[in-house]
């Protein structure tokens, strides 16, 4: 059999098992339950493949991932021209038409690309709720470095909308395009555009200065506690180490940079410093408490810094699977 005898399901099979068991795991942390159900069907009733019908599929996977790439640069038009000079015309379109149907090239495509200051210059002055439409279709990195940019007086006005923002007609997202004087109007798709949304918050503020995030949490507490609740539930900020394990903590603090660890623990309360020095050698504590002992007064900006990358440690460990964060009194997690 070659590789257009086999289906999409079967091709995505023969895929995970050319990667592994390691990288397919990965994979399947990010699928449905229902095609993870799917795929190990297929993948059990998969039998030996050939070594060409495996490296057809994998070329076939390799172009694909090209072309969602090339379109994300610089649209369908672009994707094209790349894999026609790199495949040819035929397998170009074949590529392109496979994504087509069920490709969503999503509004303001464009401002991703520009530089988040020069962002902040066009939108600056607009209405809350502009302002929250557009952040919540660019990157989180973006949209943290405009909420940060932004007045603080419309700082929490602002993610309170994108965090209440449900669907928006695409009407409007065309209007407020035609505003900026964008040109990707006719790419938005003519279905409700779902955006927005706990998780979009969650996602910028978890990406923002700790300066930023703690003034626009503690306006939201008081104006939309309810909310504020329900986007804290979702966060993890530094001082919430205290709701790991000791495993994980152990874990976690495998990965720290001892200097960083030093300056966080600095500006940290005694119920922090504690849970972290009972999990190092005493050796290794009294190492930590001297630096900070020497060290002398830090600026808050880098205790913020320095507790920002131990929580990135603690998010990228809880994202590939090897610690758990538990909330809700226990009988949640969250991972």
């Given at each position: 059999?070659a590789?257009?005898?086999?289906s999409?399901v079967?091709k995505?099979?023969?895929?995970?098992i050319?990667?592994g068991p390691?990288?397919s795991?990965?994979?399947?942390?990010?699928?449905k339950?229902?095609?993870?159900?799917?795929?190990t069907?297929?993948i059990?009733?998969?039998?030996?493949?050939?070594a060409?019908?495996?490296?057809e599929?994998?070329n076939?996977?390799y172009?694909?991932c090209l072309?969602?790439?090339?379109?994300?640069?610089?649209?369908?038009?672009y994707?094209?021209?790349l894999?026609?000079?790199?495949?040819?015309?035929?397998?170009?379109m074949?590529?392109?038409?496979?994504?087509?149907a069920?490709?969503?090239v999503?509004?303001f495509?464009f401002?991703r690309?520009?530089d988040?200051?020069?962002?902040?210059?066009?939108?600056?002055d607009?209405?809350?709720?502009?302002?929250?439409?557009?952040?919540?279709?660019?990157?989180?990195?973006q949209?943290?470095?405009?909420?940060?940019?932004?007045?603080?007086?419309?700082?929490?006005?602002?993610?309170?909308?994108?965090?209440?923002?449900?669907?928006?007609?695409?009407?409007?997202?065309?209007?407020v395009?035609?505003?900026?004087e964008?040109?990707?109007?006719?790419l938005?798709?003519?279905?409700?555009?779902i955006?927005g949304?706990?998780?979009?918050?969650?996602?910028?503020?978890?990406?923002v200065?700790?300066?930023?995030?703690?003034?626009?949490?503690?306006?939201?507490?008081?104006d939309?506690?309810?909310?504020?609740?329900?986007?804290r539930?979702?966060?993890?900020?530094?001082?919430?180490?205290l709701?790991?394990?000791d495993?994980?903590?152990?874990?976690?603090?495998?990965?720290?940079d001892?200097?960083?660890l030093?300056i966080?623990?600095?500006?940290?309360?005694?119920?922090?410093?504690n849970?972290?020095?009972n999990?190092?050698?005493?050796?290794l504590?009294?190492?930590?408490?001297?630096?900070?002992?020497?060290?002398g007064?830090?600026?808050m900006?880098?205790?913020?810094?320095a507790?920002?990358?131990?929580?990135?440690?603690i998010?990228?460990?809880e994202?590939?699977g090897?610690i758990?964060i538990?909330?809700?009194?226990?009988?949640?997690i969250?991972?």
């Amino acid at each position: 059999m070659a590789a257009e005898d086999f289906s999409g399901v079967q091709k995505a099979a023969i895929l995970l098992i050319a990667l592994g068991p390691e990288k397919s795991a990965s994979i399947f942390k990010q699928l449905k339950e229902d095609e993870i159900e799917e795929l190990t069907l297929a993948i059990a009733n998969t039998r030996s493949i050939s070594a060409a019908v495996k490296e057809e599929i994998l070329n076939e996977f390799y172009q694909i991932c090209l072309a969602q790439q090339y379109i994300a640069e610089g649209g369908i038009n672009y994707a094209k021209e790349l894999l026609e000079k790199s495949f040819g015309t035929d397998r170009a379109m074949d590529v392109i038409g496979k994504l087509t149907a069920s490709l969503q090239v999503r509004p303001f495509e464009f401002i991703r690309k520009t530089d988040a200051s020069q962002l902040l210059n066009f939108i600056q002055d607009e209405h809350p709720q502009t302002i929250a439409l557009i952040l919540s279709y660019l990157s989180p990195k973006q949209a943290a470095a405009i909420v940060s940019a932004i007045p603080p007086n419309k700082q929490a006005d602002v993610a309170k909308r994108i965090a209440q923002m449900d669907r928006t007609s695409p009407d409007v997202v065309q209007e407020v395009e035609r505003i900026l004087e964008r040109k990707l109007s006719s790419l938005v798709n003519q279905d409700y555009t779902i955006i927005g949304g706990v998780d979009a918050i969650v996602e910028i503020l978890n990406t923002v200065d700790r300066g930023t995030e703690k003034h626009i949490m503690e306006i939201m507490e008081i104006d939309e506690p309810e909310l504020a609740e329900e986007i804290r539930k979702k966060m993890f900020v530094f001082e919430d180490i205290l709701i790991l394990d000791d495993r994980a903590i152990q874990r976690v603090l495998r990965d720290v940079d001892n200097n960083d660890l030093a300056i966080a623990l600095k500006g940290s309360n005694e119920e922090v410093q504690n849970v972290i020095f009972n999990n190092q050698s005493k050796r290794l504590a009294t190492m930590i408490k001297e630096d900070m002992e020497f060290m002398g007064p830090v600026r808050m900006k880098d205790v913020e810094e320095a507790q920002q990358k131990i929580v990135n440690v603690i998010r990228k460990l809880e994202d590939a699977g090897e610690i758990v964060i538990s909330r809700g009194g226990g009988d949640e997690i969250v991972g």
